[in-house]
C-alpha cells in the first residue's frame, strides 16, 4: 500500500496563479481532510470529506476549493494565489481504530507564492 | 468549537533530563487525543494516541495520560537524547473522526 501520496512535494507560484494541490490514498477510507502548517501556529484544518461527494469547511477554508469525486482522490485548488497562501500542507485520510480513529498523513507540499 | 492549548515554547533541555510538554484541551463529547512529532524536513509521525479517559498513550519511552477530569493530556519523557529534537504537536480528534484539532506545536531542543 502507498498510503496517502501527495504531489507535488515542492511548487512556486506566482501571486494570481491557480494550482491543484493532489491527494490521492489507497486504502480506501471514507474520511479525509486538508490542513495547513504555518511557523507558530501548528495545523489548521482547511477543508475536509466524510465521503465522496460530501465536503464540508474547516477553520481557513478561504481561497481553496475541494471536491471529492472518488473516495481516493480529494484535491485541494487554489483559485488564486496569494502570498499569504505560502505554507506547507498536510493531506490525511482516516479510519476506525481500536475505539477511536487512526489517521495517515501525506508527506505534505511545501507552496511558495511569491 | 474544540481547541488545543500547548505549554509555549521552545524548550531548550539537556540530555537524559525530564520533559514535560503540557497539552491542555476542549472539546465535546468524547475525543481522542494524540500526540505527533515532526523532525526537521520530514512529515508528521504519530507518537502516541489515548481514546478514552484514563487510558495512557506510550511509545519510545514517552507517555501521556488522558485527564477527563483537568482536560489535559501532558507528554513526559524521563530521560530526553539529542535524537529527541523535534518539534511535537498535541492534537484531538472529536467523535466522528474525521477531522483533527491541532495545538500550535513546542519545538523541543536537546542540548549534549
Known amino acids: 500500500n502507498a498510503g496517502v501520496t501527495q504531489t507535488p512535494k515542492f511548487q512556486v507560484l506566482k501571486t494570481g496563479q491557480s494550482m491543484t494541490l493532489q491527494c490521492a490514498q489507497d486504502m480506501n477510507h471514507e474520511y479525509m481532510s486538508w490542513y495547513r502548517q504555518d511557523p507558530g501556529m501548528g495545523l489548521r484544518l482547511i477543508h475536509y470529506?466524510?465521503?465522496?461527494?460530501?465536503?464540508d469547511q474547516g477553520e481557513v477554508p478561504n481561497g481553496y476549493n475541494v471536491s471529492r469525486s472518488t473516495t481516493e482522490d480529494f484535491p485541494l485548488r487554489l483559485l488564486s494565489a496569494a502570498p499569504s497562501q505560502t505554507s506547507v500542507y498536510f493531506c490525511?485520510?482516516?479510519?476506525?481504530?481500536?475505539?477511536?480513529?487512526?489517521?495517515?498523513f501525506g508527506s505534505g507540499t511545501r507552496l511558495t507564492v511569491v | 468549537g474544540d481547541s488545543v492549548t500547548q505549554m509555549e515554547g521552545p524548550v531548550t533541555l539537556s540530555e537524559e533530563a525530564f520533559l514535560t510538554i503540557n497539552c491542555t484541551y476542549t472539546?465535546?463529547?468524547?475525543?481522542?487525543l494524540f500526540w505527533y512529532v515532526q523532525y526537521p524536513g520530514e512529515g508528521l509521525q504519530l507518537l502516541l494516541k489515548a481514546t478514552k479517559a484514563d487510558d495512557k498513550g506510550s511509545n519510545k519511552g514517552f507517555e501521556a495520560t488522558y485527564r477527563k477530569e483537568t482536560t489535559s493530556f501532558h507528554l513526559e519523557k524521563g530521560s530526553v537524547q539529542v535524537s529527541d529534537s523535534a518539534v511535537y504537536f498535541c492534537a484531538l480528534s472529536e467523535t466522528s473522526g474525521s477531522r483533527l484539532t491541532f495545538g500550535e506545536g513546542t519545538q523541543l531542543t536537546v542540548n549534549p
Open positions: 490525511a485520510s482516516s479510519y476506525p481504530s481500536k475505539g477511536g480513529y487512526g489517521y495517515t
Open positions: 472539546a465535546t463529547g468524547y475525543p481522542s
Open positions: 470529506s466524510v465521503g465522496a461527494g460530501i465536503t
